[in-house]
């Protein structure tokens, strides 16, 4: 009979793993089940300021006021912690370079915004805040795939329109584009998206009617109007720009290369893809590689609306 093992030790390598499982001896077949739906943790944070320096006092005040995870109590508040200062002292510097020393402990993801607060007359609004940072969280994704989502937004439309909540009328429409979308159905998509476009236009809200030109002139290129498709994202990368939203310009910049390679103007496309790029890579995403391969391997060859 084989000596028993004097020690015994488990080893896991290779990195981050979405599901591992330890036995000893195993019986017939294993099962692994997952409850829900997983989505990838947001990662906004822009680069940090380069040549940082000093600061060390502020940057250990704000280590003390957010504890370790190994010092957090089940059941204890969240900080919220707040920087104050005149325009131009360092507020957004000093922030993300703790976010960046800490970035780590927040296992869930990070999301950023620029309110804008110093931009004259341009300032974003909590709507604008929080449908980025939802759009952030992954709605798309789950606006796509729910299959409860058709009811859930109809039944939010409804409770908008009652009590006259014009905003929220508008989203739950784009919402609902999403989910037309979803189904292939980009014709109601589209009339769903001019709706919601309408209702921002009425209440003078010109970032979410941006923002709603977006689906629009994506279903619009499904349907082969790109030069309405055109029209409405051009209109749109305008508006970002007034409200110097650097994600939004980059993801308008993005589909108006989407729309040229879909018309075969391929040097437009190249050159629209090449400029988001260079604005995600300023904000620090990954999508900034993606865009150049992607612009890259565009033929050479230029035909359809390229040609002279």
Same mark, same amino acid.
């Given at each position: ?47 940090e300021?380069?040549g ?71 300032t ?13 969280l ?20 409804t409770?908008?329109?009652e009590?006259?909540? /014009?905003?929220? =009328?508008?989203?739950?429409? @784009?919402? +609902? #584009? %999403?989910?037309?979308?979803?189904? !292939? &159905?980009?014709? *109601? $998509? ?15 809200? /010109?970032?979410? =009617?941006?923002?709603?030109? @977006?689906? +629009? #002139? %994506?279903?619009l290129?499904?349907? !082969? &109007?790109?030069? *309405? $498709? ?15 939203d /650097?994600?939004? =310009? ?5 589909? +108006? ?7 075969r103007?391929?040097?437009? $496309? ?18 900034s ?8 391997g565009?033929p ?9």
């Open positions: 009979m084989a000596d028993e093992p004097t020690s015994v030790s488990n080893e896991f390598s290779g990195g981050d793993s979405d599901v591992v499982v330890q036995a000893g001896t195993v019986h017939g077949g294993v099962h692994v089940h997952r409850s829900g739906r997983s989505l990838p943790p947001p990662r906004q944070l822009p680069y300021v380069p940082f320096v000093n600061r060390a006092h502020e940057l250990t005040t704000l280590d003390a006021l957010h504890p370790r995870p190994a010092d957090e109590r089940e059941g204890a508040p969240a900080v919220v912690t707040a920087i104050t200062g005149g325009p131009g002292v360092g507020k957004t510097a000093l922030a993300l370079r703790w976010a960046h020393r800490v970035r780590r402990r927040f296992t869930d993801g990070d999301l950023y915004i620029d309110m804008r607060g110093y931009n004259s007359g341009n974003l609004g909590p709507e604008q805040a929080l449908t980025s940072f939802l759009r952030g992954g709605l798309v994704a789950l606006e796509q795939h729910d299959p409860g989502a058709q009811e859930h937004f109809e039944a939010a439309l409770v908008f329109r009590h006259g909540i /014009r905003r929220g =009328e508008g989203m739950s429409l @784009l919402s +609902l #584009a %999403e989910c037309a979308r979803s189904r !292939g &159905d980009h014709a *109601e $998509a589209s009339a769903l998206c001019r709706r919601a476009i309408d209702i921002f236009r009425s209440i003078d809200d /010109r970032w979410s =009617e941006a923002w709603g030109a @977006l689906p +629009l #002139a %994506e279903s290129g499904e349907l !082969g &109007d790109f030069q *309405e $498709a055109e029209h409405h994202l051009g209109r749109a990368l305008g508006t970002f720009r007034d409200f110097t /650097r994600r939004s =310009e980059a993801l308008t910049l993005r589909r +108006l290369g989407d729309v040229s390679a879909g018309r103007a391929l040097t437009a $496309a190249r050159d629209l893809w090449t400029q988001a790029a260079a604005i995600y890579e300023e904000l620090g995403d990954a999508l590689d993606e865009l150049r391969r992607q612009a890259e565009l050479d060859a230029i035909d359809g609306d390229d040609r002279g």
